[in-house]
């Protein structure tokens, strides 16, 4: 096995690992918070349905892509390699989407009352299932196109048609319905990104209007602890600027990849890297926003199991 391999090896293994134990960290977290009892969020369905997407897309391209740079290069048929790719897709997809869809109940959530958005504040939460199954249904629907042209490298399909994508291979395909495949597969993710980047840039606006107004009490504040206000804002913008830049740098490699008849090798597992990026570094940023939950969830179990001591205190 060539050093280049066994180190995109250990990258890609490493990676799916710390990914899937980081979903793992944030699911186990939302299930204690069900099971004691705590009064859920209506930004809570969204995120538990982000953690599946990026276990989907951890599971499905992460294993697959680990086990082909350590030399298991046929261990899917036809079959496999449609369904690991379809799985991928719409993992990918609706990580985007619920990420997107999260920023906007964030802008209603933290919105005052007497502004546009403010007015949602008690519709919102009963739209959350409907919303969440439009992040689902397109990406399965748009990525059926993969079923279509990807396959095992066992196939029967002749040699010359066939494009290497390392554990699977691709048939070839004229450029102008290549061109017209990526634009239909762009469409959904251009309108997530757009209006995930309008989302973002009216929180912080939101949370800087907000820290303008309660200034004078942030000044006698000696506590060397930033504002809640510029926590919440750092948390927003390295989650906007993470997904943002991994897209951007993953759609242009696939551009690449899908332009060449035979890829580069190296542009298949940079791609791959990318692709896992932000599935892998998404739960942390999130569990950092929501790691002072189980204490209120304690406080409010101590509060309803013992309201005589409470009482006699």
């Known amino acids: 096995m060539a050093s280049r391999d066994l180190a995109v090896g250990v990258v890609c293994l490493s990676q799916t690992v ?8 944030l699911l186990y977290h939302y299930l204690f918070l069900y099971f004691t009892g705590c009064r859920p969020r209506s930004t809570d369905l969204i995120v538990e349905h982000l953690i599946i997407a ?3 897309s951890l599971l499905s391209r992460g294993v697959s892509q680990t086990m082909e ?9 036809d079959i496999g390699c449609k369904l690991v790719f379809y799985v991928h897709r719409v993992g990918r997809g609706v990580s985007i989407s619920t990420t997107c869809l ?7 959530t933290i919105s005052p009352r007497n502004s546009r958005w403010g007015e949602l504040k008690e519709k919102a939460p009963r739209y959350t299932g409907f919303a969440i199954f439009l992040c689902w249904v397109p990406y399965m ?3 059926i196109i993969f079923l279509m042209y ?13 494009k290497d994508l390392g554990y699977c291979s ?3 395909q004229n450029k102008i319905i290549l061109s017209l495949h990526a634009a239909l597969l762009s469409i959904p993710d251009m309108f997530c990104v757009g209006l995930m980047l309008w989302a973002s840039n009216s929180m912080v606006c939101i949370l800087f209007r907000h820290k303008q107004q309660v200034q004078h009490i942030h000044k006698n504040d000696l506590s060397p602890r930033s504002s809640p206000e510029s926590r919440a804002t750092h948390s927003i913008l390295v989650l906007v600027s993470m997904f943002v830049s ?14 060449s008849d035979n890829p580069n090798i190296l542009l298949v597992n940079i791609s791959a890297l990318l692709n896992a990026y932000f599935p892998t570094a998404c739960p942390f940023i999130l569990m950092s926003r929501v790691s002072r939950e189980p204490r209120l969830c304690f406080a409010w179990i101590k509060i309803t199991k013992s309201p005589k001591l409470i009482i006699n205190m």
């Open 18 to 25: 710390v990914g899937l134990m980081g979903n793992f960290s």
């Open 54 to 56: 990026n276990f989907l």
């Open 69 to 77: 740079a350590f030399g298991l290069t046929l261990f899917l048929n």
């Open 102 to 108: 999260l920023s906007v109940f964030q802008v209603i």
């Open 141 to 143: 629907l748009v990525n």
């Open 150 to 162: 990807i396959t095992g490298k066992w196939s029967s399909t002749n040699s010359t048609m066939k």
């Open 170 to 172: 691709g048939v070839k």
């Open 246 to 259: 991994s897209y951007m740098l993953s759609c242009i490699f696939q551009v690449c990849i899908g332009l």
